[in-house]
């Protein structure tokens, strides 16, 4: 895998994913940003969100789960000083669906957190990540 981050100006950035994606990153304001784009950790916030509803989403269709929306929300926190990591993540799930199972979908949460989410294994070596779920009868 390979990507490319070119600086464009101030503190903003433009990266290039290797499936051919751009997306702008910009730096904080008392660095010299002006929010132009997400900031580099909010973007890997943003990665590890995406890749656990993917897994999430994946799992549970496998299971033939009636599954109608998915979303993830995500707080985290970050130590005080440098190197200023994530030291705790709460990821919450919301889900939407027909007589969805508690058990699948704790199944599946646990499955993309402790096998398949390469972001969130990656982020759990230094943060303590912890994960809820609503279910939502449509």
Request: charged share 20%; aromatic share 4%; proline share 4%.
């Amino acid at each position: 895998m390979k990507t490319r981050i070119v600086w464009l100006e101030d503190m903003t950035y433009v990266a290039q994913s290797p499936s051919g994606h751009a997306v702008v990153l910009d730096g904080p304001p008392e660095l010299g940003g002006r929010n132009l784009g997400p900031r580099p950790m909010e973007m890997l916030l943003m990665g590890m969100g995406g890749c656990t509803a993917i897994d999430v989403v994946n799992i549970l269709r496998k299971a033939r789960q009636d599954l109608r929306g998915c979303e993830v929300e995500i707080q985290a926190e970050r130590a005080d000083s440098d190197p200023k990591v994530f030291t705790a993540i709460q990821v919450h799930f919301v889900l939407t669906g027909h007589q969805l199972s508690a058990k699948h979908v704790e199944r599946a949460i646990h499955l993309s957190a402790e096998k398949y989410c390469s972001a969130s294994i990656m982020l759990g070596q230094t943060a303590n990540i912890t994960h809820t779920f609503d279910l939502r009868e449509v």
